[in-house]
């Protein structure tokens, strides 16, 4: 490359069509990351004081009073993804 090419450079329409992908797909994944949020553990009693996979599966296993939708994730992790409620006690002993 001379000297007088190097110079000559400007971005071209193509340069600044690259940019503008670049830039969607940056606000695709910055935006996206708001959207992963599950359903929180509601802030009610029941829930505020169970302890125990065991005990949160009594109710949400299937057969339960409110049971998890098909295909839910086997973790044992509840508050992993669903947002703990506020004053859980479960955590003491
Ligand atoms: C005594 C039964 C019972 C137990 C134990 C229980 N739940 Fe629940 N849970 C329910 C019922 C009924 C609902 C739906 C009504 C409501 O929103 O309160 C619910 C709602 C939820 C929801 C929100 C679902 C929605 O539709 O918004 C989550 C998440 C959840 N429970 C997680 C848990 C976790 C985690 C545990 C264990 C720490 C647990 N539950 C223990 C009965 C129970
Ligand atoms: C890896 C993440 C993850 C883990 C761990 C997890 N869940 Fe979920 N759960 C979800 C997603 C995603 C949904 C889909 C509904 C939503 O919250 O948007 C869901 C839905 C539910 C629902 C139904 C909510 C409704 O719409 O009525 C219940 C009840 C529930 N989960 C209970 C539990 C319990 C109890 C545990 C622990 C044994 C648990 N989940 C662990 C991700 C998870």
Redesign the pocket.
């Known amino acids: 490359m001379t000297e007088k090419q190097k110079q000559s450079w400007r971005p071209g329409k193509r340069d600044l069509l690259f940019f503008g992908v670049i830039a969607t797909v940056v606000l695709v994944l910055v935006l996206g990351t708001s959207e992963r949020?599950?359903?929180p553990v509601p802030n009610d009693e029941v829930h505020q004081s169970a302890a125990s996979?065991a005990a949160?599966?009594t109710?949400?296993g299937a057969g339960g009073v409110?049971?998890?939708?098909k295909g839910?994730?086997q973790?044992?992790?509840?508050f992993?993804?669903?947002l703990q409620p506020e004053g859980w006690t479960g955590g003491k002993k």
């Open positions: 949020k599950t359903k996979l949160c599966m109710c949400h409110h049971p998890q939708p839910h994730i973790a044992g992790q509840c992993q993804c669903h």
